[in-house]
């Protein structure tokens, strides 16, 4: 079943300077069960085009538009604010990038579980502080007995984003979107962590969006990537293929800027220049000022992005068809 | 002796009646990094805050670039304010949302009255690029940003006094690749060409072996392992050390995994032994107790010491 | 938290002693004493007498400290403008009209601000944004005295819906409170609207609107509670501050309650009774500055169970 479609997606933000596109025409969509990992450039429009999905950008100043805008087959355009309630947390459920803000400091962790389970479920208060302290110990939060009665100041960054992810998985949501799930978390955690996820994905048939800069957590976890630049898709396609042969300039610059692959201190590779400014977006391809094989050509045209028949798609003048549907 | 940049000594922080932090030894040697890394939630952030005074700490002693500053008052601590700046690891919490980044970056100057309002406003542009933010985000709030982008404005604003010493927080887990490399390049930049010190908290251990000369590893409030950053990786002695080395995600799809963790138990069983004879310097303390035992090289782990005398 | 409760406690006894040393001080420093009046010259020598009478040719300290042996025993002395009465008894029977006054206008002013603010933070930019800053900044611009004045015209002399001044009746009640809930509700109208802004814009509203709660749910109970955590803590000096006020709006109604006592004690040099009637304002305002914090830490978790040193 699809839970997510999203076609040609427009996120602009009213500002001082005029109009800012910070998302310019994004498709992708998603399968249940499946795990889709997106990646990019930071300030490339990732955690725009996730809370738009979800309709929490506040409008205005954002506009949005798009051909599609589904997920679980609710037209996210249309729904209103009944609809989306009910909508956000039980149908898809969000984890954000910023755990450390993400809490009310004036409420305890039990209590913002407890709501947002009863919020959803029939569930009194006592079954769901029952549950809330059975999946804070799943997210490896051994006292949680004790951390429900704590506030948000009184834990760790780490600690914040598991009771975010748990908080997340409370409803049991037919997707999840996790922005940055795992920064606050030292590696041991976050294996236990994407563990799982991966189990009640196996359990449930649950979806995964994945915004991750951390390329090993994504050769890791998830079935597709995309790959974000400038508010467009540069690239997508199933992970192995993506690492394995990236088709797009950007993507083999990302890939090649991996640190700590040689031992010992050294400088880290940069990709030559700097993003591109919302406010004043490159013309044609958003890449061309950094690309290594730019022509005249890509300062002119946008290049499409089509997706073939093997899953794969690359939004450069310059990969032949072939390429893409080998 | 010769001064360090910052050295802890039996540092302890309790919060009702826990003990989180729990008589921490930790030394940055002048214009090197020390990483601290370790278990989420074993008192990285309390450590590094206390560092700064801006968590007071319950016991032990705290001595910037010599000076014990553990009892000084606020008022007397402001000329030291000014060598230590610190990048929180809640970027977003500690960016005023009423002030341009502009304003956010130049505001330690403007604290310490240095330059005039228009040198402070160019500096603040300069820095912007430094990080990587083209210079008309000077105008922008905090909210209108990427997670990546205000992460980069508060390692700007920690930066811009010029300072000895920073105690930097997870400065890099919201950024691409291309840009952590700047940020962590721009660091070492500073490092050599300013003599920077450094107390870089971080999961990433893929940066932390790019960047750092040591590193020290906390579980549960305690150093249990610390070392020169190349026997750290290449001969971790500790189980945690090591669990943590393994479970590094491999950045090939084609090679997945179930990642290994050890839990609590499993951790405490498997605590190193030695005989007295493998320890440096001999002779050593005997005691059945977990404790720090030093190695060849620098390099000291929790363990416990058998056998001998 | 009681150790919070007893230091503040402590602490705002210190600074009630060091405020009463302050006003003593001033009040003698005012050149000029009771007698000093030119439309009855005294003889020096009764002069003199009611003046060690009234122990005045002491040293100031000594004054001081008779003085404040009497506080403690709730013995304000008497007033010299009616020596018939004890400033306790007569501050006993002028506070009432203050009080139901004040405090109905301060309970219906401020109720109102807080919902105009709120409702003009959730309708950003709408009519009533504009209407409640209309309000805000006219509340607090425009003097209480040209308000009373205001009021009377319009409501008594234009309209005559109720009378113009005095006490009694309820009817007369309601110009003076409206006067006095000017104030409360302006100054609320402006905090309520910021706080609640504020706390609209953290990101903690956006996870909150993400986990599918009500956005009643999330105003009522999340925004409110924050935004209350600034707010309290204009309320309980601002109550205080009604007590100035009250001298023009009494005045001006002819209300016989404490602030016409004000006026008249500081013209005619009435220590006792001037000094009686501010130590009630610096009291007041020590122990509502008080009350305040102790709900501040209260409904803040960081203050309560101490934090993050930042
Ligand atoms: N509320 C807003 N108002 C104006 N501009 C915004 C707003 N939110 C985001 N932007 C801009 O939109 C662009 C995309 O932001 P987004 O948060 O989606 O980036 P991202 O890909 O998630 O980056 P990161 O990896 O750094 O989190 C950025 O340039 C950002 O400055
Ligand atoms: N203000 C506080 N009151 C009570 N406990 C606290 C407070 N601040 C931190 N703690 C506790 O101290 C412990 C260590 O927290 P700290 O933030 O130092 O961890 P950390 O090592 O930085 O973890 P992470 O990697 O997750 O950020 C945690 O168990 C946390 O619950
Ligand atoms: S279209 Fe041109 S500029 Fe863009 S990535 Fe391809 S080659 Fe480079
Ligand atoms: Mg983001
Ligand atoms: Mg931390």
Known sequence: ????????????????????????????????????????ESGSGKSVTCSALLRLLREPPATITAKKLVLGGQDMLRADKRALASIRGRVAAMVFQDPMTSLDPVFTIGHQIVETIVAHKRASKKEALARAIALLKRVEIKNAEAVVRYYPHQLSGGMLQRVMIAMALSCEPAVLVADEPTTALDVTIQA????????IQAETGMGLIMITHDLGVIAETVDRVVVMYGGRVMETGPVEAIFAAPLHPYTRALLASIPGQQPGKQRLTEIPGSSPNPANPPSGCPFHPRCPIAEDACRVTTPLLETKATGRAAACIRVPAERVAA | MSEHALELSQISKEFGGRTVVDRVNLVVPKNQVVALVGESGSGKTTTGLMALRLIEPSAGRILLGGHDITSLRQRDLKPFRRQMQVVFQDSYASLDPMMTLGEIIAEPLAIHAIGTASERRDRARDW????????????????????????????????????????????????????????????????????????FISHDLSVVRSLADQVVVMLRGRVVERGPTDRIFANAHHPYTRALLDAVPVIDPTARRRRTFLTAEEINANTPRFRPEDIEPQPLVDTADPQLVALAGSHFVEAIVTGGR | MLQFIIRRTLSMLVTFFVVSIIIFMMMHAIPGGPFDGNDMPLPDNIRARLMAQLGLDKPLWEQYLRYMWGVFHLDFGVPYQSPGETVMGLIAHAWVPSL???????????????????????????????????????????????????????????????????????????????????????????????????????????????????????????????????????????FVGIATGSIFVEAIFRVPGLGAYFVSSIQKRDYPLEMALMLLISALFCISYLISDVLYALLNPRIRLGGKGR
Do not use: C
């Open chain 2, 128 to 199: 912007l690029q430094r990080v990587g933010l083209d210079g008309s985000y000077a105008t922008r709030y905090p909210h209108e940003l990427s997670g990546g982008q205000r992460q980069r404005v508060s390692v700007a604003r920690a930066l811009i006094l010029g300072a000895s010493v920073l105690v930097a927080d997870e400065p890099t887990s919201a950024l691409d690749v291309s840009v952590k490399a700047q940020i962590v390049n721009l660091l070492q930049g500073l490092q050599a060409d300013m003599g920077l010190s450094m107390l």
């Open chain 3, 100 to 238: 139901v006054l004040g405090g109905l206008g301060v309970l219906i002013g401020a109720p109102i601000g807080i919902l105009l603010g709120m409702a003009a933070a959730l309708n950003r930019n709408s009519w009533i944004d504009y209407l409640a800053s209309a309000i805000a900044t006219l509340g607090l611009t425009i003097p209480v005295f040209v308000i009373s004045t205001l009021l009377i015209l319009v409501f008594a002399v234009w309209l005559h819906w109720t009378p113009a001044s005095g006490w009694g009746e309820p009817r007369r009640w309601i110009l003076p409170i409206m006067a006095y809930a000017a104030v409360p509700m302006a100054t609320y109208a402006r905090y309520a609207r910021s706080a609640m802004l504020d706390t609209l814009n953290k990101p903690f509203v956006t996870v909150l609107r993400a986990k599918g709660l009500s956005e009643r749910r999330i105003i009522f109970q999340h925004v409110l509670r924050n935004s209350a955590i600034p707010m309290i803590t204009i309320f309980l000096p601002m």
């Open chain 1, 1 to 40: 079943m699809r839970l997510v479609e999203i076609e040609d997606l427009v996120v602009s933000f009213r500002q001082f300077e005029g109009l800012v596109q910070a998302v310019r025409g994004v498709s992708f969509d998603l399968q249940s069960g499946e795990s889709l990992g997106i990646v990019g």
């Open chain 1, 192 to 199: 236990q962590i994407l563990q799982l996820i991966k189990d």
